[in-house]
């Protein structure tokens, strides 16, 4: 199998942002009433945030360590969250307008950042205009077939019903969905095909060249611009593998540098396996982090307001974890698994601090994790600051900017994990070996050439003493680097047979560098 992943996404440290609810330009003239910045966000309101502001707080997140920015969708759109595409070609006006991505995108290259945009490509949103124009024009409309339509529609025997009335509403909501039956109400009912039958949202139909060459040139055209790859919403709602082995083609001829990642929640293999994406949303990883680092502190209430999520998070032991490390590290080419983007939530999970009940010591081990594990770590905004919230919308709040409202010491651990990363080759590598796993406890192996570092972490409640073992560390001595607690950890003198005990706190994690 040939892999080839853009290089610079195995360094990087990303930042997913929810435009509209990060930053306000000074700038900024809003074309009318705006919900209060600091008001519970709603499904449907609309505070302001704007690319301007993004590209004016880039200092802070410089200072943050952050290498790569990830916006949520930036083009015109009727939502706050821009899922719902009505011009592939231009960026909504609310966010400033084309002018605003390209003044985003040359502040931020002027800083080293890389800035990945999100595409949806799947569907659009019923403003679309090929979906009005079949609205208005009815079966002589000569884009029929860039949509599912029903044979009654596309016939002209009924018209497209895009805004049902509650009782349709209600029948498309009342039954039960299952894998490869989204979509089937709504077209009986609506006349048209819609993702997961939301009548907002009519699903295109990619297998129509005309549709394929226009996507495929929306790809190329912001590449272009400047943008320096792709998140993919909901990839696998598109399940033709020869549609994204040509996106693929035609984004990377290009640049072939942009970085390509998938919304998939599953392990995946075979989609980044060379011919479509560089990596995936890496969410296995952060629902095994998740139970182990939360410990009994995890919240399963507020975990299940997310289907995929209460699946598969649940309390995880030291062994369990080390297990399901192996598992998924083990799933994927080497190169793949540095350009996995690590998460612990994003604006489709609760918060993690509100998974983790909002302990403290939970959230700082979460973080060391996907800090020191292969792949690349993304924050989600306002995670640093200590921002809470359940599913959405609540999930989605507008950033507190007055900085008495942030968590200062958490900021500064934060801090503190993304300059370690910067510093230590072996924390960007692929390399990746388990020392030990016991009880609430593990610990693991990073190299790099001479660059040897051991990450250890005790999610339990009382402090243990784990032994080790490993020929890398013959003879060195382990000084802590980082600690997620404020108690110094001794250093440690490793045996020649490289044998050392690691004494952990409760509840805390230790990231130590082995000198020769």
Not at 62 to 69: N, P, Y
Not at 388 to 412: K, T, V, Y
Request: with cysteine; charged share 20%; glycine share 10%.
């Amino acid at each position: 199998m040939t892999v080839e992943v853009p290089a610079w996404v195995g360094d990087a440290v990303f930042y997913q942002i929810f435009p509209d609810r990060f930053a306000r330009s000074s700038r900024a003239q809003a074309p009318g009433p705006l919900e209060p910045w600091d008001a519970p966000p709603t499904v449907h309101g609309f505070k302001g945030g704007d690319l301007s502001g993004i590209a004016e707080q880039l200092d802070y997140l410089a200072d943050l360590g952050i290498t790569a920015l990830l916006l949520t969708p930036v083009f015109s759109s009727a939502a706050n969250h821009r899922y719902h595409t009505v011009d592939y070609l231009h960026v909504d006006p609310l966010l400033g307008g084309d002018e605003g991505l390209r003044e985003l995108l040359d502040a931020a290259h002027l800083r080293g950042m890389r800035v990945v945009l999100d595409g949806v490509f799947n569907h659009s949103g019923r403003g679309f205009w090929p979906f009005l124009h079949i609205l208005e024009a009815g079966a002589a409309s000569p884009y029929l077939d860039w949509f599912h339509l029903s044979d009654e529609a596309r016939r002209g025997l009924r018209a497209l019903v895009a805004y049902p009335e509650p009782a349709v509403l209600e029948a498309l909501n009342g039954g039960v969905e299952s894998e490869g039956s989204a979509g089937a109400r709504s077209e009986a009912l609506l006349g048209y095909r819609a993702w997961w039958d939301l009548p907002a949202l009519p699903k295109l139909n990619v297998a129509n060249p005309h549709v394929r060459a226009f996507l495929f040139s929306v790809a190329e055209h912001w590449i272009r611009f400047g943008a320096d790859g792709w998140r993919v919403d909901v990839a696998e709602e598109i399940s033709d593998g020869t549609f994204w082995s040509e996106f693929r083609r035609r984004v990377k001829a290009v640049n072939p540098e942009a970085y390509i990642v998938g919304e998939i929640w599953r392990v995946r293999p075979a989609w980044v396996a060379g011919d479509r994406f560089d990596g995936l949303m890496n969410y296995p990883l952060a629902e095994a982090v998740i139970g182990f680092a939360a410990g009994r502190h995890l919240d399963l209430r507020v975990a299940a307001q997310h289907g995929e999520l209460a699946k598969e998070v649940r309390h995880r032991d030291g062994p369990q974890l080390a297990s399901r490390l192996a598992e998924l590290l083990g799933a994927y080419h080497p190169d793949v698994n540095r350009a996995q983007l690590n998460l612990l939530g994003s604006h489709d999970t609760p918060r993690v601090r509100t998974m983790c009940g909002g302990d403290d010591a939970a959230v700082r081990l979460a973080t060391m994790l996907v800090m020191t594990l292969p792949g690349a770590p993304s924050i989600y905004y306002g995670d640093e600051i200590g921002l809470e919230g359940e599913h959405d919308p609540d999930c989605r709040r507008a950033f507190p900017w007055d900085r008495s409202a942030w968590n200062q010491p958490f900021l500064a651990f934060v801090r503190r994990c993304t300059s370690l990363r910067a510093e230590h080759p072996a924390l960007r590598g692929d390399g990746y070996r388990l020392l030990a796993a016991a009880g609430e406890a593990l610990a693991y192996l990073r190299v790099e050439g001479d660059d040897v570092m051991v990450v250890a972490l005790n999610a339990g409640e009382e402090p243990m003493d784990l032994p080790v073992e490993a020929v890398e560390l013959a003879g060195r001595t382990l000084v802590s680097e980082l600690a997620t607690h404020d108690a110094t950890s001794p250093a440690v003198t490793v045996a020649a047979d490289g044998r050392a005990s690691l004494s952990l706190h409760a509840r805390s994690g230790v990231t130590l560098r082995g000198l020769p």
